[in-house]
Antibody, heavy 121, light 107 residues
């Protein structure tokens, strides 16, 4: 069955960096676009970033543009989110989510369990 | 950027009631609209895409309609397991914005 497992979350000081990973199984990773979506404590969902099936196209929310980088390693079936210059407002559960298509449709049909990132001094 | 506004923000209804949640886009998005259900403490789950297409495995009491700027999610007969927060999301182009959510409770 389809599985997405995030890791790499934790407590980090403002201005520091963190890299999240999402290991996937149960489907052909290289055939799907992938996304990161976050949810601040007690708040709604916010789309963060998208990478196309082959990594050639990437898009970001304005709130993270220039600070976060999404990437993927299709040989390792793993999605990444490099987060730099972290701010308190980046505190959230970060979900990786599978797109329903190779070229982005941005319909999130499978989600990981999420990893919590807490930015605090 | 296009904004997505849901109403109401919260809703209390009785079992077997018909429930309707509305989502409005600040600009037309054709039918590029999805609905997600997030039960308390759980991961979001895709219910509907293309405004009215039911995702595989989703109970038929859920339905969606609309096009352009105005969309609705309807639960025809509310069940206790439908207690959740519901989100609409546009996907015509980035950014793929979600609505603020509608929290549904049982009266």
């Amino acid at each position: 069955q389809v599985q997405l497992v995030e890791s790499g979350g934790g407590v980090v000081q403002p201005g520091r960096s963190l890299r999240l990973s999402c290991a996937v199984s149960g489907f052909t990773f290289s055939s799907y676009a992938m996304h990161w979506v976050r949810q601040a404590p007690g708040k709604g969902l916010e789309w963060v970033a998208l990478v196309s099936f082959d990594g050639s196209n990437k898009y970001y929310a304005d709130s993270v543009k220039g600070r976060f980088t999404i990437s993927r390693d299709n040989s390792k079936n793993t999605l990444y989110l490099q987060m730099n210059s972290l701010r308190a407002e980046d505190t959230a559960v970060y979900y990786c989510a599978r797109d329903s298509a190779a070229l982005p449709a941005a319909i999130f049909d499978y989600w990981g369990q999420g990893t919590l990132v807490s930015v605090s001094s | 950027d296009i904004q997505m506004t849901q109403s109401p923000s919260s809703l209390s209804a009785s079992v077997a009631d018909r429930v309707t949640i509305t989502c409005r886009a600040s600009q037309g998005i054709s039918n590029y609209l999805a609905w997600y259900q997030q039960k308390p403490g759980k991961v979001p789950n895709l219910l509907i895409y293309a405004a009215s297409t039911l995702q595989s495995g989703v109970p038929s009491r859920f339905s969606g309609s609309g096009s352009g700027t105005d969309f609705t999610l309807t639960i025809s007969s509310l069940q206790p397991e439908d207690v959740a927060t519901y989100y609409c999301q546009k996907y015509n182009s980035a950014p793929y914005t979600f609505g603020q959510g509608t929290k549904l409770e049982i009266k």
